[in-house]
């Protein structure tokens, strides 16, 4: 049997399970911002019903505390002096839960997702949601995946101080006033502002003593991490173990199948209302134009800190915006694909194991970084780390028979060499590739 297809025994049959009882408000919120960011129709970047459903599994997961897994929402109390707004001016903040026993010097910090916004009127309809504004947010989260206190769920993260950073400026924490209120329109372009003020928060309650710490983020929220990963080290200790995992950050700048760079145009919209340049990495921007310094892959080989990247090869957010938005399909062939991959005929799986191809190329040079780690698995999916599911359970996608936690704590702890790339779709059985077509019922 080959590596990619062993896989721990099952304690539990595949049954009936909702993803949607385990999600906030805000995680189905972010629907609305893909559709938003690309006028198109519903893509969450969260975990949605699979082709393959399993049970939350309880009895595999013995003494769970469900009711302590929610943390409450703190507003950031330096906001206001600081100016730090989300789009509507509104006080952004996060949840935090402290961190006991051996991890009580520990810090992980998980930035949320969720699109971006490149015109007034995109902008303004987030001031409407979660995604522009902290009155629509939940005054709780659930904390799971990645930021999970159960040693089952999160083996080596468990007992850390955790921070879940919510999202409400529609630029990966980048933006900068310099374009505020056009039009007699009023949006707050405060995204860096926020970063700032949150990390000098999260410093005065006892980041700044920090022994070992991992910035990660999901989607948005892992593009802000790879922009603000080396900014983030020089907060803290010198001596401090410091890396930063990017959970489906990696977009690639692609043309799409009518031969449009769709995304480069649409990042350079949002990168020049917002005046996001200044945030970009400087050795990017003095040689290429800032929208390309938006692409991790024009970026990636600056960063100083050590990187792990969280990838799916098949990512169905990437699918739907970059490689066939709608724009370039303008008959539809392509709607049953881009919704459930199992429905994609052999001509549209070509040219989805070519865009697979492009993501290799692209990491090629990474992955001689010996500092670096991937994990680039073919599951139709997107955001991995933050669910219990993805992250580390027996439903967990597996490649050389580690699970995405395991291949993580490895690269975080140098217990060994974390370069695991799946083989091409469909031969991976541990997917569970997401049937976005239930969203359209």
């Given at each position: 049997?080959?590596?990619?297809?062993?896989?721990?025994?099952?304690?539990?049959?595949?049954?009936?399970?909702?993803?949607r009882?385990?999600?906030?408000?805000?995680?189905?919120?972010?629907?609305?911002a893909a559709?938003t960011a690309?006028?198109?129709?519903?893509?969450?970047?969260?975990?949605i019903?699979?082709?393959?459903?399993?049970?939350?599994?309880?009895?595999?997961?013995?003494?769970?505390?469900?009711?302590?897994?929610?943390?409450?929402?703190?507003s950031?109390?330096?906001?206001?002096?600081?100016s730090?707004f989300?789009?509507?001016?509104?006080?952004?903040?996060?949840?935090f839960?402290?961190?006991?026993?051996?991890?009580i010097n520990s810090?992980?910090l998980?930035?949320?997702g969720?699109?971006?916004c490149?015109t007034?009127?995109?902008?303004?309809a987030?001031?409407?949601?979660?995604?522009?504004?902290?009155i629509?947010m939940?005054r709780?989260?659930?904390?799971?995946?990645i930021l999970?206190?159960?040693?089952l769920h999160?083996?080596?993260f468990?007992?850390?101080n955790?921070?879940k950073?919510?999202?409400?400026d529609?630029?990966?924490?980048?933006s900068h006033p310099d374009?505020?209120f056009?039009?007699e329109?009023?949006?707050?372009y405060?995204g860096?502002?926020?970063?700032?003020?949150i990390m000098d928060?999260?410093l005065?309650?006892g980041m700044?003593?920090?022994e070992?710490?991992l910035?990660?983020?999901c989607?948005?929220?892992?593009?802000a991490?790879?922009i603000h990963c080396d900014?983030?080290?020089?907060?803290l200790?010198?001596n401090?173990?410091?890396k930063c995992l990017?959970d489906?950050?990696?977009?690639?700048?692609?043309?799409?199948i009518?031969?449009?760079?769709?995304?480069?145009?649409?990042y350079?919209?949002?990168?020049?209302?917002?005046?996001?340049a200044?945030?970009l990495n400087h050795?990017?921007?003095?040689r290429?134009?800032?929208?390309?310094?938006f692409?991790?892959q024009?970026?990636?080989?600056?960063?100083?800190t050590p990187?792990?990247l969280?990838?799916?090869?098949?990512?169905?957010?990437?699918?739907?915006?970059?490689l066939?938005?709608?724009?370039?399909d303008p008959?539809?062939?392509w709607?049953?694909?881009?919704l459930n991959?199992l429905k994609c005929?052999?001509?549209?799986l070509e040219i989805?194991?070519s865009?697979?191809?492009?993501?290799?190329?692209?990491?090629?040079?990474f992955?001689?970084?010996?500092?670096?780690g991937?994990?680039?698995?073919?599951?139709f999916?997107?955001?991995?780390?933050?669910?219990?599911?993805?992250?580390?359970s027996?439903?967990s996608?597996?490649?050389?028979?580690?699970?995405?936690?395991?291949s993580?704590?490895?690269?975080?702890?140098?217990r060994?060499?974390?370069?695991?790339v799946?083989?091409?779709f469909p031969?991976?059985?541990t997917?569970?590739h997401r049937?976005l077509?239930l969203l359209?019922?």
């Amino acid at each position: 049997m080959r590596a990619n297809q062993q896989r721990l025994p099952r304690s539990v049959a595949d049954g009936a399970f909702s993803w949607r009882r385990q999600l906030s408000k805000r995680e189905w919120a972010i629907a609305g911002a893909a559709a938003t960011a690309f006028a198109a129709f519903l893509f969450i970047i969260s975990p949605i019903s699979v082709s393959r459903t399993y049970t939350d599994s309880p009895a595999y997961f013995h003494g769970e505390d469900k009711g302590s897994e929610w943390v409450p929402f703190t507003s950031s109390l330096k906001a206001q002096e600081k100016s730090a707004f989300c789009l509507d001016g509104s006080v952004p903040g996060y949840h935090f839960r402290r961190g006991f026993g051996s991890g009580i010097n520990s810090w992980l910090l998980h930035v949320e997702g969720g699109g971006w916004c490149n015109t007034i009127p995109l902008c303004s309809a987030r001031k409407r949601t979660a995604l522009g504004s902290s009155i629509y947010m939940d005054r709780q989260a659930q904390f799971l995946g990645i930021l999970s206190h159960n040693p089952l769920h999160n083996p080596d993260f468990f007992n850390w101080n955790k921070v879940k950073i919510r999202y409400c400026d529609g630029s990966s924490f980048s933006s900068h006033p310099d374009h505020e209120f056009r039009n007699e329109t009023q949006l707050f372009y405060r995204g860096q502002l926020i970063w700032e003020t949150i990390m000098d928060e999260l410093l005065a309650i006892g980041m700044s003593i920090a022994e070992m710490a991992l910035l990660t983020g999901c989607s948005a929220g892992g593009l802000a991490t790879l922009i603000h990963c080396d900014s983030f080290t020089d907060l803290l200790p010198k001596n401090a173990n410091v890396k930063c995992l990017a959970d489906a950050g990696f977009f690639l700048n692609e043309m799409d199948i009518a031969g449009n760079r769709t995304i480069e145009s649409f990042y350079q919209d949002v990168i020049h209302l917002q005046g996001i340049a200044k945030s970009l990495n400087h050795d990017c921007v003095a040689r290429s134009e800032p929208s390309k310094c938006f692409f991790p892959q024009e970026f990636i080989g600056n960063i100083k800190t050590p990187v792990f990247l969280v990838q799916p090869a098949y990512d169905f957010w990437q699918i739907a915006h970059i490689l066939v938005p709608q724009s370039s399909d303008p008959s539809g062939s392509w709607a049953s694909c881009k919704l459930n991959i199992l429905k994609c005929n052999s001509s549209q799986l070509e040219i989805l194991h070519s865009y697979r191809n492009a993501l290799l190329k692209i990491l090629n040079e990474f992955q001689k970084n010996p500092k670096g780690g991937v994990f680039v698995d073919s599951c139709f999916v997107h955001c991995q780390t933050w669910a219990t599911e993805t992250w580390h359970s027996p439903s967990s996608p597996r490649i050389n028979n580690k699970t995405i936690a395991e291949s993580v704590g490895d690269w975080y702890f140098n217990r060994r060499a974390a370069q695991h790339v799946d083989c091409p779709f469909p031969c991976n059985p541990t997917c569970s590739h997401r049937d976005l077509s239930l969203l359209m019922h």
